[in-house]
């Protein structure tokens, strides 16, 4: 039997070490292979690779490996890299195979690692099986579509086939995830489900749309089948694969046996899909049922710009803002938190649509979660292309991936995305101040310091948003020497990026060993610094209106209804129903503030006596779920007087 060995080495999603996600990329190549009697009888799948550890110690633990399957992305790439070398040199007999996203259809993996022997390209189920039924019979690969491989010094690249199977089996209900659970007494593992694939769409940022797949459907059989294992197998989180969960109307049904799965075990407990971008009434039914029998804590409404432009370049489709805004304001009805995702430094965004974006997003009622991702070029996507690169003057650093919320940086091995630091629309320094405005907006309106305030000035003075965190982020630039104040530093970080230097964190041992987004890292430092940052507030609200009676007692009632570690032990009193009136902004509709005598009592809640706890569980755990906010999480602190 010939040895064959897949390696799909995970990113590290929490600082925690007995999480895994189960391998799915290759499990669903080894589940069609080994489904296959010819595959079966001449090659033994010997292992998964799935834990990131030395690559030394990994190669030293291989026995005779007769094919290596590598699958590729941003987390591993480099790690995949280094690893392959190394078996290489060991077992120059092995044939290496690489795959996965970050594989480029040019081929150029070849001749710069003579270590790699053959490249798949696009989807692999059937790719990978008749490449082991080519090398077990010793016939020629040039056949096999969507490859690559060496012939002496010769590239061979095999011709392109559009790949429409769908009736695949499932790596988890044919045992190929066993061993890896057996092996792992303790840890929570985390799961893909796949109940269809492809993409209807041909946004330039994603790799999906020059696939040429059309969307397919998985047998819904497969798909309750799947459910019912992470049911059983008590899988804790579950990630939907799905581009568009929504699109169709089966997925409602899919749904239902998600929800009735972890009604009967307790299992998924959680589950995270990318919704349908314009099904808004499938959505919503979708998104209520887990939100109510507890599978989701939020749901996305991404719109990735709101440039007119920059979508016309991407070939991105957007919902109107007339739904948006009617969609938000039936998910707060109901509840439901949401969360926006923006792509910055999209070809055709300017500095100026960008911060007009963000203020268009709030203004239509998204005053959650504003995710902003930096824009990076995937491999096989038309943002890869270099004739549309040289069009839109696109210009990019090697930046190194740094992971969120892990407990470490891993310095043997960096992974790197190649990351979109200007364009023809925007200059290296306007994407650093977007970048910036980005952060202020996430840390004080969608954290909740600022949110009561930027919206009591909204609706009495017209100011609008987009200028509130403007000046708001150009006064914390220029300020310095205050004790919580580490904005300016926040903003040299930022523009490290154009010179491929990445540090967009914030470290400290006090909110626990945990590498923090810059937005939460400069929250929890304020959180530190509290009564000395509200009163500097003062100061910079002198700058926009009259410090009047009412301002200042906004900024108290900012003050009292952002949920902290140590809730304050006497009430807040405030001379105006603020509870009323903020909550009828939040949920869009008329809005008057009564003088009405109001109370604010924190004091029944949970005193974190250690601030990595708080940080884990209120600031991590519990953003998307509005747990930092009182007016959304803690109804029960108002009194009407």
């Known amino acids: 039997m010939n040895n064959v060995y897949f390696f799909q080495v995970s990113d590290a999603f929490s600082s925690r070490s007995d999480q895994m996600y189960l391998p799915y990329a290759v499990g669903t ?7 296959n009697p010819e595959i079966a009888a001449k090659w033994k799948l010997k292992k998964i690779i799935c834990r990131r550890e030395s690559p030394l110690n990994i190669v030293a633990q291989l026995e005779d490996p007769a094919v290596a399957a590598f699958s590729n992305y941003v987390w591993n790439y480099e790690f995949n890299l280094k690893t392959a070398e190394l078996l290489k040199e060991k077992y120059p007999s092995c044939t290496v195979i ?3 996203h970050n594989v480029s259809q040019n081929a150029e993996l070849l001749k710069k690692y003579p270590f790699i022997d053959v490249l798949m390209f696009g989807e692999g189920e059937e790719t990978f099986e008749k490449l082991l039924l080519s090398l077990g019979r010793g016939a020629s690969l040039v056949t096999i579509p969507n490859i690559a491989y060496r012939i002496g010094k010769n590239t061979v690249h095999t011709a392109f086939a559009c790949i429409n199977g769908t009736d695949y089996p499932s790596p988890y209900t044919t045992g190929i995830f066993d061993d890896i659970i057996a092996e792992n007494p303790g840890t929570s593992f985390s799961a893909i489900l796949e109940t269809n694939r492809g993409c209807p769409y041909h946004c330039a940022f994603c790799d999906w749309g020059p696939m ?4 397919r459907m998985f047998p819904m059989e497969r798909v309750r089948g799947d459910i019912e294992w992470f049911s059983q197998h008590k899988i804790d989180y579950v990630w939907g694969a799905d581009g568009n969960f929504g699109l169709f109307e089966r997925d409602r049904e899919i749904a239902d046996m998600l929800v009735e799965a972890k009604r009967k075990t307790g299992y998924p407990q959680q589950i995270k899909v990318n919704y349908a971008k314009l099904n808004g009434d499938n959505v919503f039914y979708l998104t209520k049922s887990f939100a109510e029998n507890g599978l989701s804590k939020s749901t996305t409404m991404s719109l990735q710009s709101t440039s007119e432009e920059a979508l016309a370049i991407t070939g991105r489709k957007n919902m109107s803002s007339e739904i948006f805004s009617r969609l938000l304001t039936v998910y707060r009805h109901n509840n439901i938190p949401t969360y926006t995702e923006l792509v910055l430094a999209l070809p055709g965004e300017t500095k100026e649509s960008f911060f007009e974006g963000i203020g268009r997003i709030i203004e239509n009622g998204q005053h959650s979660v504003i995710e902003v991702y930096d824009c990076i070029v995937l491999p096989n996507s038309t ?10 003057g696109i210009k990019t650093v090697h930046l190194p991936y740094v992971q969120q919320h892990t407990s470490s940086i891993d310095s043997d091995i960096t992974e790197y995305n190649e ?3 200007s364009t023809f629309s925007m200059s290296q320094s306007e994407r650093t101040d977007c970048r910036f405005l980005a952060v202020v907006v996430q840390c004080f309106h969608s954290m909740g310091l ?4 930027a919206i009591r000035l909204r609706l009495e003075n017209n100011i609008s948003y987009s200028e509130f965190y403007t000046r708001l982020s150009i006064w914390l630039r220029e300020k310095d020497g205050c ?3 580490l904005f300016p530093d926040i903003y040299r970080k930022i523009s490290l990026v154009s010179k491929g230097v990445n540090e967009q964190y914030v470290y400290d041992e006090v909110f626990g060993s945990v590498y923090w987004p810059m937005d939460e890292g400069a929250f929890l430092n304020i959180i530190r610094h509290y009564d000395a940052f509200f009163e500097d507030i003062k100061e910079f609200s002198s700058g926009l209106t009259d410090l009047d009676d009412i301002t200042l007692q906004v900024i108290g009632f900012c003050k009292a209804t952002v949920r902290i570690p140590e809730p304050c032990k006497t009430p807040s009193y405030f001379d105006y129903d603020f509870p009323s009136y903020f909550k009828a902004a939040l949920e869009n509709t008329p809005v008057k503030l009564d003088k009405k005598r109001c109370r604010v009592d924190a004091s029944s809640l949970r005193k974190y006596d250690v601030l990595s706890d708080y940080a884990r569980e209120i600031v991590w755990f519990g953003r998307r779920s509005q747990k930092l906010n009182l007016l959304e999480y803690g109804n029960t602190c108002f009194t009407a007087e």
Do not use: C, E, H, Q
């Open 29 to 35: 190549l080894a589940a069609v292979a080994w489904s």
């Open 483 to 485: 004790s919580w104040n």
């Open 419 to 421: 990351t979109v630091v």
């Open 212 to 215: 040429k797949s059309k969307v």
């Open 98 to 100: 690489f795959g996965g």
């Open 383 to 392: 943002l890869a292309n270099p004739d549309y690169i040289k069009k839109y």
């Open 450 to 453: 600022l949110r009561n305030l």
